[in-house]
């Protein structure tokens, strides 16, 4: 049962990557989308059943010295949750992508990247030691890779994808030095070996780096480095954004319910060891905090509707690493749980707006569609709902929990986390209406109707002119090799010239460019992700964090003796338990006021503050600030190394340049084969002369006649 699980994907994978050109387009679509609906169904059921941890050994991997490492599922709560998570939204963006992805000449290819990438997801999620979960999380690096830059021929495409395989090498780097880590410190690498030991290792020391850490903290935080590459915490999660490239539904696979949650998964998979130390616990506490503070301020001003779900979703994570900070873990999980449905359902339905905007992005040109895409609509706003925490949505019971765990927590950190929290919650609510008020209320702003809004008194900010537009266009340039958003103003419409490309790489526009509905095979999976975002939180609320908590997790995930958090949090103040819906009120009431009371007012702080305003709209600069540090100088000591290293030294005076000394002594050597016998003569005379000369002087007696 659970071998089908896995192994499923992987054989639709090989099904559409080796025989595609033979089965063709639509064959490689419905075979890698029932492998997947089938994997999916059985694991719901796996999951409802429930029952104790079980262990199902596939083979034996490899063994070298004292080490053996198994191919093992390690099936417990955890690992069920993730398998609902991971098949559910991956048959879901598989059924999606065959009516979004249907002008593409590629589909075969496409369809068994993402299989590829649900099963290195599934191996990671079902490891039972350390190397499998090794082998899943650059399986997924690598999935992610080919399906960022699916379409190849964009050089923006491959930029993205580049950066997300560089900047996701560089967490793997602590990452793998924590295994090795764990390894020297328990001598295994399998969670059996590891956790009952953790109590006789917690006052280890380790020499590192000039310093003595304490062993299990240093393990801790060098396997959260990996977490915050995988999941794009603040400083890692430059990658994010930009792999907005891929096609929508690599969006939605990577970015809401799989790729990114690994580093959360991984996290709780290892409570054990981070719950007995505290200070790593901190960190974790710390950066969560602050992620989801800088990716929702960022957030506020961006103008793709896809990047502004892909910031969502980085400070999304951001409340799921709090919680795992304060030792709410459950709750933490519980948000991973939630999110990936009214996430997915987000980038669903952006996809299904940009299909009936004829692969347009930008939300500057859009408005008025709620007319035109009733359900597509219909469908965002219940994603809206879910994530900004509406009551009784899915996102409302878990969001709360993580803000309550945050204020109750005595960690150092919570008060920071906890402000961090509350503060995105509001920047969560305004930029979410924004969206939706952007793309389906005000004028609208496509086709014919860009061209007049100019000489509306009322017109939307997003087509007010104004002084400081093509200033707050002007960012710094766009660096070689580093893809980045696109430097537009909220104050003035982009032109249909500059545009983000089409997400449809290659493909012309509909004939018909008015809106249009998306077809039936995109719309189901958009209403199945909607039941997720509204009842999944008060369906399994209870199994997650209410009374049947601790049935429900069993051993899954650690719980010390000290950790009373999740019992906390129903005793914090009544002002700490409204704060997230007074928030979310809040964001609303100034996102209507500012997008459909007053349409000109965006425009006019923006041009009141227009450093901020750019601050925000280049993502605090980080970008930038890494092309100064890291990206230039890399770039120019490459090319010192190739010009000076490898051209003036190897190549000069290296083989090559003994080669050429050859080459010119044998042109010289050849000049004397003239073909005329009395040269040659002449060199034989010259010969013996020489000859006799030297065996007359060396015939000599030394110091006589």
Same mark, same amino acid.
């Given at each position: 049962?659970?071998?089908?699980?896995?192994?499923?994907?992987?054989?639709?994978?090989?099904?559409?990557g080796?025989?595609?050109?033979?089965l063709?387009?639509r064959?490689?679509?419905?075979?890698?989308t029932?492998?997947?609906? /089938?994997?999916?169904?059985?694991?719901?059921?796996v999951f409802?059943?429930?029952?104790?941890?079980?262990?199902v050994?596939v083979?034996?991997?490899?063994?070298?010295?004292?080490l053996?490492?198994?191919?093992?599922?390690?099936i417990?709560?955890?690992?069920?949750?993730?398998?609902?998570?991971?098949?559910s939204?991956s048959?879901?963006?598989h059924?999606?992508?065959?009516?979004?992805?249907?002008?593409?000449p590629?589909? @075969?290819?496409f369809?068994a990247?993402?299989s590829?990438?649900? =099963?290195?997801?599934?191996? *990671?999620?079902?490891a039972?030691?350390?190397?499998?979960?090794?082998?899943?999380w !650059?399986?997924v690096g690598?999935?992610?890779?080919?399906?960022?830059?699916?379409?190849?021929?964009k050089?923006?495409a491959?930029?993205?994808?580049?950066?997300?395989f &560089?900047?996701?090498?560089?967490?793997?780097?602590? /990452?793998?030095?924590?295994?090795?880590?764990?390894?020297v410190?328990?001598?295994s690498?399998a969670?059996?070996g &590891?956790f009952p030991?953790?109590?006789t290792?917690?006052?280890?020391?380790f020499?590192?780096?000039?310093?003595?850490?304490?062993?299990?903290?240093l393990?801790?935080?060098?396997?959260f480095?990996?977490?915050m590459?995988?999941s794009?915490?603040?400083?890692?999660h430059t990658?994010?954004?930009?792999a907005?490239?891929?096609?929508?539904p690599v969006?939605?696979?990577?970015?809401?319910?799989?790729?990114?949650?690994a580093?959360?998964?991984?996290v709780?998979?290892?409570?054990?060891?981070f719950?007995?130390?505290?200070?790593?616990?901190?960190?974790?506490?710390? %950066?969560?905090?602050?992620?989801?503070? /800088?990716a929702?301020?960022v957030?506020?001003?961006?103008?793709?509707?896809?990047?502004v779900?892909?910031?969502?979703?980085?400070?999304q994570?951001? #409340?799921? $690493?709090?919680?795992?900070?304060v030792?709410?873990?459950?709750?933490?999980?519980?948000? *991973?749980?939630?999110?990936?449905f =009214?996430?997915?359902?987000?980038?669903?339905g952006?996809?299904?707006?940009i299909h009936?905007?004829h692969?347009?992005?930008?939300?500057?040109?859009?408005?008025?569609?709620?007319?035109?895409?009733?359900?597509?609509?219909?469908m965002?706003?219940?994603?809206t709902?879910?994530? %900004?925490?509406?009551p009784?949505?899915?996102?409302?019971?878990? +969001?709360?929990?993580i803000?309550?765990?945050? #204020?109750?927590?005595?960690?150092?950190?919570?008060?920071?986390? $906890?402000l961090?929290?509350?503060?995105?919650?509001?920047?969560?609510?305004?930029?979410?209406?924004r969206?939706?008020?952007?793309?389906?209320?005000g004028?609208?702003?496509?086709g014919?109707?860009?061209?007049?809004?100019?000489?509306?008194?009322?017109?939307?900010?997003?087509?007010?002119h104004?002084?400081?537009?093509?200033e707050?266009?002007?960012?710094?340039?766009?660096?070689?090799g580093?893809?980045?958003d696109d430097?537009?103003?909220?104050?003035?419409?982009?032109?249909h010239?500059?545009?983000?490309?089409?997400d449809?790489h290659g493909?012309?526009h509909h004939?018909?460019?008015?809106?249009?509905?998306?077809?039936?095979?995109m719309t189901?999976?958009?209403?199945?992700?909607?039941?997720?975002?509204l009842?999944a939180g *008060?369906i399994f609320k209870n199994r997650? &964090?209410?009374?049947?908590? !601790?049935a $429900?997790?069993?051993?899954?995930?650690?719980?010390?003796?000290?950790?009373h958090?999740m019992h906390?949090?129903?005793?914090? @103040?009544?002002?700490?338990?409204?704060?997230p =819906?007074?928030?979310l009120?809040g964001?609303?009431?100034?996102?209507?006021?500012?997008?459909?009371?007053?349409?000109?007012?965006?425009?006019?702080?923006?041009?009141q503050?227009?450093?901020?305003y750019?601050?925000?709209?280049? +993502?605090?600069?980080?970008?930038?600030?890494?092309?100064?540090?890291?990206v +230039?100088?890399?770039k120019?000591?490459?090319?010192?190394?190739?010009?000076?290293?490898?051209?003036?030294?190897?190549?000069?005076?290296?083989?090559?340049g003994v080669?050429?000394?050859?080459?010119d002594?044998?042109?010289?050597?050849?000049?004397?084969?003239?073909?005329?016998?009395?040269?040659?003569?002449?060199?034989m005379?010259?010969g013996?002369?020489g =000859?006799i000369?030297?065996?007359?002087?060396?015939?000599?007696?030394?110091?006589?006649?």
């Amino acid at each position: 049962m659970y071998h089908a699980i896995v192994f499923f994907p992987l054989i639709g994978a090989l099904t559409a990557g080796l025989f595609g050109r033979y089965l063709g387009a639509r064959a490689c679509e419905y075979v890698t989308t029932a492998c997947l609906a /089938f994997a999916a169904l059985i694991s719901w059921g796996v999951f409802l059943e429930g029952g104790p941890e079980v262990r199902v050994q596939v083979a034996t991997w490899f063994t070298a010295g004292d080490l053996t490492v198994d191919w093992a599922f390690r099936i417990d709560t955890l690992t069920r949750v993730m398998l609902v998570v991971v098949t559910s939204v991956s048959t879901l963006v598989h059924l999606y992508s065959i009516g979004y992805m249907e002008e593409d000449p590629h589909r @075969p290819r496409f369809f068994a990247y993402l299989s590829l990438f649900t =099963f290195a997801m599934l191996m *990671l999620v079902t490891a039972d030691n350390l190397v499998q979960m090794f082998f899943g999380w !650059e399986g997924v690096g690598l999935a992610s890779y080919l399906l960022i830059g699916f379409w190849y021929e964009k050089p923006s495409a491959n930029a993205a994808a580049m950066k997300a395989f &560089i900047v996701n090498r560089v967490g793997d780097l602590g /990452f793998s030095l924590g295994i090795f880590l764990v390894f020297v410190l328990f001598g295994s690498v399998a969670f059996d070996g &590891i956790f009952p030991k953790v109590d006789t290792v917690k006052d280890l020391t380790f020499h590192f780096l000039g310093y003595d850490w304490n062993a299990l903290t240093l393990a801790c935080l060098l396997l959260f480095m990996g977490a915050m590459g995988k999941s794009a915490q603040f400083l890692l999660h430059t990658w994010l954004p930009d792999a907005m490239e891929g096609p929508t539904p690599v969006s939605a696979l990577i970015h809401a319910a799989t790729m990114v949650t690994a580093g959360v998964f991984m996290v709780a998979r290892l409570s054990p060891l981070f719950e007995l130390a505290p200070n790593a616990l901190i960190v974790v506490t710390v %950066i969560g905090g602050i992620t989801a503070f /800088f990716a929702a301020t960022v957030g506020l001003v961006q103008n793709d509707i896809k990047r502004v779900i892909a910031y969502s979703t980085c400070s999304q994570l951001g #409340y799921m $690493f709090v919680a795992l900070g304060v030792g709410a873990y459950s709750a933490g999980v519980f948000h *991973l749980f939630t999110h990936a449905f =009214f996430k997915a359902l987000l980038f669903l339905g952006a996809g299904s707006v940009i299909h009936a905007m004829h692969h347009e992005q930008d939300m500057r040109n859009m408005g008025a569609l709620r007319r035109y895409i009733p359900f597509t609509c219909a469908m965002m706003a219940i994603g809206t709902l879910a994530l %900004i925490g509406f009551p009784f949505t899915a996102g409302y019971y878990s +969001k709360d929990a993580i803000i309550e765990a945050a #204020y109750a927590s005595t960690r150092p950190g919570h008060t920071l986390a $906890f402000l961090c929290t509350v503060i995105a919650a509001f920047f969560t609510s305004f930029y979410s209406w924004r969206l939706f008020f952007l793309t389906f209320e005000g004028p609208a702003r496509w086709g014919v109707h860009a061209h007049h809004g100019h000489h509306d008194d009322h017109a939307h900010p997003a087509v007010v002119h104004s002084t400081m537009a093509h200033e707050a266009d002007g960012a710094p340039g766009h660096t070689e090799g580093v893809a980045h958003d696109d430097k537009g103003s909220d104050i003035e419409p982009a032109h249909h010239s500059d545009l983000v490309a089409d997400d449809h790489h290659g493909h012309g526009h509909h004939g018909d460019h008015t809106p249009h509905e998306s077809p039936l095979v995109m719309t189901i999976p958009l209403a199945v992700l909607a039941f997720g975002a509204l009842f999944a939180g *008060l369906i399994f609320k209870n199994r997650f &964090i209410g009374e049947g908590m !601790e049935a $429900f997790w069993g051993h899954a995930l650690a719980h010390g003796p000290e950790n009373h958090i999740m019992h906390d949090i129903h005793h914090v @103040p009544a002002l700490v338990s409204y704060l997230p =819906f007074i928030m979310l009120v809040g964001g609303f009431v100034v996102a209507f006021w500012m997008y459909i009371s007053q349409p000109k007012l965006p425009g006019e702080l923006a041009a009141q503050q227009p450093t901020l305003y750019r601050f925000l709209l280049n +993502k605090w600069y980080v970008d930038e600030i890494y092309d100064t540090i890291f990206v +230039k100088p890399a770039k120019k000591f490459g090319l010192f190394l190739w010009k000076e290293g490898d051209g003036r030294i190897i190549d000069g005076f290296g083989p090559n340049g003994v080669a050429a000394r050859v080459v010119d002594v044998t042109r010289g050597v050849v000049r004397l084969q003239t073909g005329y016998v009395y040269h040659y003569a002449f060199v034989m005379l010259i010969g013996v002369a020489g =000859f006799i000369s030297w065996y007359l002087m060396s015939g000599l007696p030394k110091g006589g006649h």
